[in-house]
T-cell receptor, first 114, second 115 residues
Framework: AQTVTQSQPEMSVQEAETVTLSCTYD???????LFWYKQPPSRQMILVIR??????QNATENRFSVNFQKAAKSFSLKISDSQLGDAAMYFC???????????FGTGTSLTVIP | GAVVSQHPSWVICKSGTSVKIECRSL??????MFWYRQFPKQSLMLMAT?????????EQGVEKDKFLINHASLTLSTLTVTSAHPEDSSFYIC???????????FGDGTRLSIL
């Protein structure tokens, strides 16, 4: 079974600084999707960024970028110029190309210090 | 785009009653919808996957008769918690997907409190 591991239950970052959230996953598939979702205190899940496994180029979305290391099965999220509104739980998720089910990590709680 | 509306956002009811939660995709057709349960400070736990017009697929350990799911149209899925008890109190989140190569879009969640 696929598993997604987020080894950092909590992280903190100074406002305007950069922080990296780690995520590793286990799969025998070669084609799949990876996602980072953000869940602020309002509890709504918001898609931050996605990566297709067949793409070597790391996905970027404004201040958010990923470091996708397929061989190492690693998918870390980098947040640059952190803002107070970035404070939230961040969930890494995996989905097979041929399936619908998402596998979520246990989440990382990010605190942004003013 | 890709807005998913979930209603109600918060419901409090007495033990033994049934509660229906609606999940609507407002600007796209959702071929697949998902229902999750989330306990405080924990990750999302998938309860079931529903495809329009067919029976939902439940995850192991989730009671089908307890959590009734209906996905009658491409824009609406409902979760009914039947004969709810205090242990059913939780945060329930739905998500919808338009196609298999698209991300899931989540509703705002429903906080269910059973007294």
């Amino acid at each position: 079974a696929q598993t997604v591991t987020q080894s950092q239950p909590e992280m903190s970052v100074q406002e305007a600084e950069t922080v990296t959230l780690s995520c590793t996953y286990d799969t025998s598939e070669s084609d799949y999707y990876l996602f980072w979702y953000k869940q602020p205190p309002s509890r709504q899940m918001i898609l931050v960024i996605r990566q297709e496994a067949y793409k070597q180029q790391n996905a970027t979305e404004n201040r958010f970028s990923v470091n996708f290391q397929k061989a190492a099965k690693s998918f870390s999220l980098k947040i640059s110029d952190s803002q107070l509104g970035d404070a939230a739980m961040y969930f890494c998720a995996y989905r097979e190309n041929t399936g619908n089910q998402f596998y979520f990590g246990t989440g990382t709680s990010l605190t942004v210090i003013p | 785009g890709a807005v998913v509306s979930q209603h109600p956002s918060w419901v409090i009811c007495k033990s033994g009653t049934s509660v229906k939660i609606e999940c609507r995709s407002l600007d796209f057709q959702a071929t697949t919808m998902f229902w999750y349960r989330q306990f405080p400070k924990q990750s999302l736990m998938l309860m079931a996957t529903s495809n329009e017009g067919s029976k939902a697929t439940y995850e192991q350990g989730v009671e089908k008769d307890k959590f009734l799911i209906n996905h009658a149209s491409l824009t609406l899925s409902t979760l009914t918690v039947t004969s709810a008890h205090p242990e059913d109190s939780s945060f329930y989140i739905c998500s919808a997907m338009s196609a298999s190569n698209q991300p899931q879009h989540f509703g705002d969640g429903t906080r269910l409190s059973i007294l």
